[in-house]
């Protein structure tokens, strides 16, 4: 049987659900759920319907009646229940704040018996009448509820459906623990591999809109367990989890020893991969480390105890004074009481990805994205919703150069494969505004553009139909190299490639203007092999209405 509670003085807009881990020693660790002072009656419903779902969801595998608390007197509730224990000791109600007007609880109930402490402390009864009205509102109002934003997915309108990589990179075998190059035309992932004992590091490369076989790392892998890759510095870095020789071993509550996956570097030098070195007990520990994701100077990872990875959490690392800090996990509400693994940072450094089996997803682990507030803290995740997420498994959420190109790990059956989504940017088009894009490519020297450009094309085509009375500039820029009148006339050449690709497709030609700025107006002023492709880009700016 399920509990669960209500705030009745006043109705939620926007009930939040926060929840933090409470170690208690010989017990389970309990859950503590609380709400805001509420407004507003649909997002009451629409919210209260998410948190119902994380009730039913966490109750799973209870018995017995749970404690429902009520305290008016301060707009929330809190809610407490625990597991099941070989004991006949109740939770312990939080310590409130003096002056508490009223409450009601009602005491746990063991294998389905009543207790024989006073299951009734007090009750107002204008409240338990209110009480009543909103299980009759709960009970009706889906017949007249559409829905509300709250409950945090994506508008699929302003994206391509998810679909697996083109190409024989993803096999019948697992492909997992993605990692793109800068210039997105490379995947570096893990796999076992058939008749192989241990994971291996592969990495794949894009020819055209093709992704190639996946290759095994050479002078990488072991005869261990090699996986988690992250690639850096174009391709001159790597970070990956291995159990390898000079792994932390510890010893198994079975007497037995066991060998923790710690995180090791390596890096590239006149082609080959050096000897892995692992990182220092201030990253790596008894536990298991794995999941690497570098942003400037902060390493974020994955870290269980060995062999629980229901106890995951994301951790960070920042190397400062050259040497890594002690790694410190993430606080609430990235980390929860369920299982987070595989943090990795937007472009920009302003929002973080993560995947998480936490109640209120579509199925096992789902994706989720929290923003880095102006004080240091963390939005409140929301879920990335049902164009992504699934009733199998999703992670690994990796944002391309473009900015429009998203690629993640999805397990539908029983292993993970690699997909692709496309945002549509163009949505965000306001008159005067341009957006920029590095993801039309042209063949080298020429205006030949390349297929894996077509699908942010076709994002910009629907727009044009869907707005039939919006006129563009397309606007074309090279890099630094070359001769300036050259590329002047292949940044216009490029330009009208583009409206040529429109036009075809079937865009009235008047709707479209061109301009070539050549390498005039560089978003990075210099010549550098690691940034030119950010000058080399094509800009849409909106000129009517």
Known sequence: MYSFFLTLNGVSKNLRLLYQKHRVKKFSSTFIYNTPKTRGWTGFYANFRSYFRIVVKSFSGFRGIKKLSYFPAFHRAEFLYRKKWNTDIFDKMPEYEKNLSSYFVIKSVKNGALSSKKDIVKLFSNQFVLLLIYAVFLILLPIFSVGSQELNEIKGSRNQKPEKLKGSINTNLNEFGISLTDSGNVLYFYSKRENSIYTDLYKSTRVGDKWQQGEEIENLNSNYDDQSPFILNQEKGIIFSSNRDGSIEFQLSNGKIGVSRDLYFSKKIDSSWIKPIALPRTVNTEEIEENP???????????????????????????????????????????????????????????????????????????????????????????????????????????????????????????????????????????????????????????????????????????????????????????????????IILSHNRANAVKDYLVRKGIDSGRIVTDGKGSSEPIVPRKDPKTDYKNRRTEFQIVSP
């Open 293 to 487: 994701f570098l942003f400037g100077n902060r390493l974020y990872f994955t870290r269980y105890p060995f062999g629980q990875v229901s106890e995951a959490d994301i951790f960070v690392s920042v190397y400062r004074n050259k040497t890594w800090e002690k790694a410190t996990s993430l606080p609430d509400p990235i980390n929860t009481v369920y299982s987070e693994i595989a943090a990795t940072i937007s472009r920009d450094g302003k929002t973080i990805y993560f995947s998480s089996n936490r109640p209120g997803g579509f199925g096992g682990y789902d994706l989720y994205k929290s923003t880095l507030l102006a004080n240091g803290d963390f939005s409140e995740p929301i879920n990335l919703g049902p164009d992504i997420n699934t009733a199998g498994d999703e992670a690994f959420y990796l944002e391309a150069a473009d900015g429009s190109t998203f690629y993640f790990c999805r397990r539908s059956g029983h292993d993970y494969d690699v997909y692709s989504i496309v945002s549509n940017p163009f949505q965000e088009l306001e008159k005067g505004k341009s957006i920029s894009l590095d993801s039309i490519h042209f063949a080298l020297g020429s205006y030949e553009i390349l297929e894996d450009s077509f699908p942010i094309l076709e994002n910009l085509n629907s727009y044009l139909r869907e707005n039939p009375g919006i006129k563009i500039r397309i606007i074309g820029h090279t890099d630094l190299n070359g001769d300036y009148q050259d590329n």
